[in-house]
């Protein structure tokens, strides 16, 4: 299932690099920086813009990164080894996009309609953005091999679709829940936009010579071509009956 055969040393070293650079920015919060929201995405609000950067390299706690790690290497393997032409487009607009979502997203309880001062930190819209793009991305082009990958997307990942809404529709909570949905929504949309924007780049389906109308051409056809050559005698001019005439026949019949 792999490409030619071959695993891309991009689809190795980038998701190397990314877990690097997200448990690097987790070893400095444990240090003392980034704290207080700051490299964080404060929706609306100026000092939050820089979170739109920073934040997919921040998490709460320990469980929060390695529930991210391991989908966020997962992902980007195979965007990098299936989607090598657009795959940097994809991980750095997808990023950026989804964090400026984010940020332009008012920030209020769906429950109560309260004005909600949030910090959003982690890499789960990044994940969001890759997981969707890879699913819709093999839909579009529908080529047999990428379909696969979507499968996959959907086998293990399928239950992110959950976290596209917000989690107090679904239990009792006393209070508001720290799962941002909307970088998931975010990430969600952008991924699937990207999907579209990249869907006549690189591989397609395959569109064999009897899908088209009209495909046989005897110019084209060299087994045709050599047989004719080989055998002259069969192509000779034959003879042909002649054509009745209707008035000799009348004839004999008058002499008769």
């Known amino acids: 299932m792999l490409k030619n055969n071959v695993i891309s040393k991009k689809a190795i070293l980038y ?3 990314m877990l690097a650079a997200m448990w690097l920015g987790y070893f ?66 997808g990023w950026l996009a989804t964090g400026l979502l984010v940020w332009l997203l008012p920030p209020i309880d769906m429950i109560t309609g309260d004005y909600l001062y949030t910090c959003t ?23 047999m091999t990428l379909l696969t990958i979507s499968l996959l997307v959907v086998l293990y990942y399928g239950s992110l679709v959950w976290g596209m809404l917000p989690e107090e529709l679904f239990s009792n909570l006393e209070e508001p829940s720290k799962i941002s949905w909307q970088a998931h929504l975010a990430g969600a949309v952008v991924g699937v936009i990207l999907a579209l924007l990249f869907k006549k780049v690189g591989d397609k389906k395959k569109k064999y010579i009897w899908e088209f109308p009209n495909y046989y051409s005897e110019k084209d056809d060299k087994l045709w071509q050599e047989y004719k050559e080989n055998h002259p005698e069969d192509f000779m001019e034959l003879p042909y009956k002649k054509k009745d005439d209707i008035w000799e026949h009348l004839e004999q019949l008058r002499r008769k």
Do not use: R
């Open 15 to 17: 998701p190397l690099l």
């Open 28 to 93: 400095l919060q444990l240090q003392g920086f980034f704290s207080n929201c700051f490299g964080a995405i404060i929706p609306l609000l100026p000092e939050g813009l820089l979170g739109i950067i920073t934040s997919p390299l921040l998490h709460g706690n320990i469980d929060h990164i390695v529930g991210n790690s391991i989908p966020i290497a997962v992902l980007m393997f195979l965007l990098y080894q299936f989607y090598p032409l657009v795959a940097n487009k994809v991980f750095v607009i």
């Open 121 to 143: 930190i982690g890499a789960s819209g990044v994940v969001y953005v890759l997981a969707f793009f890879l699913f819709f991305s093999g839909v579009f082009k529908w080529n």
